[in-house]
């Protein structure tokens, strides 16, 4: 029976196939233990039709291998296709993210030489669910989907993480100061969650003054827990002031299945030139190699990489003159590292990565918690309507005449600003109508009482287009309040 742990493969498109044929020697002449299964994924197979990208084969791969090296791939445009690297987290619970963003100072250049924070960012959630629909002629709208259960394990994984690897802080990044109820309840898991770790400073930045941060002062950060679109873009800001985005490699996460990938994309308009850098997936690889149990063979690697940009052996991507001494392509560049396996940095730290493996992110614990008492008080209905020059009092003033027992008009907003009663007119106004309906006091409604308000809406000529019920919680408000309510 085969020692050889077996991973699933794929080359991907672009620049993908160059970049992995070079991990892969590297891989094989440092004496990796794997055997790979090769399946096609991207841009040829959304050209036979199929919309996800990937075949039903590739997953059978994917549930037995339980682990996944991944070239980048192509997304044709328009079509109706969706992105497979989502596609892919999501479908097999990737739902952590890890991207390792270190300087390898002086010999890639950068303002920040002591820099070495990890990014963990929630991998299925947020924007990224991709609900999208469009409601008017003119407005567009993307679901922001946050979960406390996907908030706490992304919270947690965090925090283990920081204790595993030694690391000293976990700072969160939200937009709460906006978005009080979505992000801030991420905000809120992120507090409940440190007050186990009392061992680990714990902070929060706002994600604008936060990513402000990482391009000026990032030797500041340690590990840093966002959302998924946060994580995404900030992950690529810390990746490039340290050097290069073409040297980040990230891990993808979840309690049976991990994917392993570099950070940037295809490239296409480079493919086939012999000059892109493999260093990204090659450091998504050696991540690999410790989540299966071979961190000897990851610190081999890693270590004879590093003697690779000490000798000034580089890509054309990172290659400076007076810093590097010798400009190479992708197969001269992984030969490089081929030739100084053994070898350890004489002014970098050599790497060390945690013994045993890491396979699969575990059963991280969620907190037992006993459901709210859910109060149905009011709902905002949406209005497509764009008559009377759009003038919030002409909608405002007919909607008065609705009355379903006592359920009523309350307020109108337009692109979540109050325009009725009482409205600016210097708001400007679109064809999209949030139309909130509340009883006097607030009292407990039923559902009757919002067909009855849906039926009272259409028979005044009104396109309804959604409806969105207000709820409490525990006696605590469920949606938030007008922009000048």
């Not at 001494?325 to 992984?334: C, D, I, L, P, S």
Request: proline share 4%; aromatic share 8%; charged share 25%.
């Amino acid at each position: 029976m085969s020692s050889k742990r077996k991973i699933t493969v794929a080359y991907g498109d672009g620049i993908g196939p160059e970049i992995m044929n070079a991990t892969l020697s590297i891989l094989e002449a440092a004496g990796a233990a794997i055997e790979t299964d090769v399946i096609e994924i991207g841009e040829k197979v959304y050209l036979k039709g199929i919309s996800a990208g990937i075949e039903p084969r590739a997953w059978d791969s994917l549930r037995e291998t339980k682990v996944f090296l991944k070239s980048p791939i192509t997304t044709p445009q328009g079509g109706g296709f969706k992105s497979l690297n989502v596609t892919t987290r999501k479908t097999l619970g990737l739902y952590a993210n890890v991207r390792p963003c270190k300087a390898f100072a002086p010999y890639i250049r950068t303002h920040f030489p002591k820099t070495d924070l990890v990014i963990i960012r929630e991998n299925e959630e947020d924007l990224y669910a991709g609900i999208e629909h469009r409601q008017t002629d003119e407005v567009y709208q993307c679901l922001k989907l946050i979960t406390r259960p996907g908030s706490e394990k992304i919270v947690r994984y965090a925090f283990e993480y920081a204790r595993k690897y030694n690391r000293k802080k976990v700072t969160c990044m939200t937009k709460d100061n906006i978005m009080k109820l979505a992000d801030g309840l991420f905000h809120k898991v992120f507090n409940e969650v440190a007050k186990e770790y009392p061992d680990i400073e714990a902070d929060h930045k706002i994600i604008d003054i936060g990513t402000a941060l990482i391009a000026d002062r990032p030797e500041m950060f340690d590990v840093i827990v966002t959302l998924n679109l946060y994580g995404d873009i900030i992950s690529d800001v810390a990746a490039q002031v340290t050097g290069s985005v073409g040297l980040g490699g990230s891990s993808n996460v979840g309690e049976d299945v991990a994917m392993f990938e570099a950070i940037h994309g295809s490239a296409p308009d480079i493919a086939g030139m012999d000059i892109a850098n493999p260093s990204g997936l090659l450091n998504g690889a050696i991540m690999m190699l410790v989540h299966i149990g071979q961190p000897d063979v990851a610190e081999k690697i890693s270590n004879a990489w590093m003697k690779t940009l000490e000798d000034g052996i580089h890509t054309g991507d990172i290659f400076h003159e007076g810093n590097s001494k010798k400009k190479v392509g992708t197969q001269e560049f992984a030969q490089a590292v081929i030739e100084r396996l053994g070898q350890k940095p004489q002014n970098m730290a050599p790497a060390s990565f945690a013994k045993g493996g890491d396979e699969g992110a575990g059963d991280l614990r969620l907190t037992k918690r006993e459901p709210s008492k859910k109060e149905l008080i009011g709902v905002d209905v949406f209005i497509d309507w764009k008559e009377g020059q759009r003038d919030p009092n002409i909608i405002g003033d007919r909607l008065r005449q609705v009355n379903a027992d006592g359920l009523k008009l309350r307020l109108i907003t337009n692109r979540g600003v109050k325009v009725y009663p009482d409205g600016m007119k210097e708001t400007f106004c679109s064809d999209h109508w949030r139309v909130r309906f509340l009883t006097a006091d607030e009292s407990a409604i039923t559902h009757l009482q919002i067909i009855e308000v849906l039926k009272q809406v259409m028979e005044l000529g009104f396109d309804f287009i959604k409806t969105e019920h207000l709820y409490l919680f525990n006696g605590e408000r469920g949606f938030s309040l007008a922009q000048g309510e």
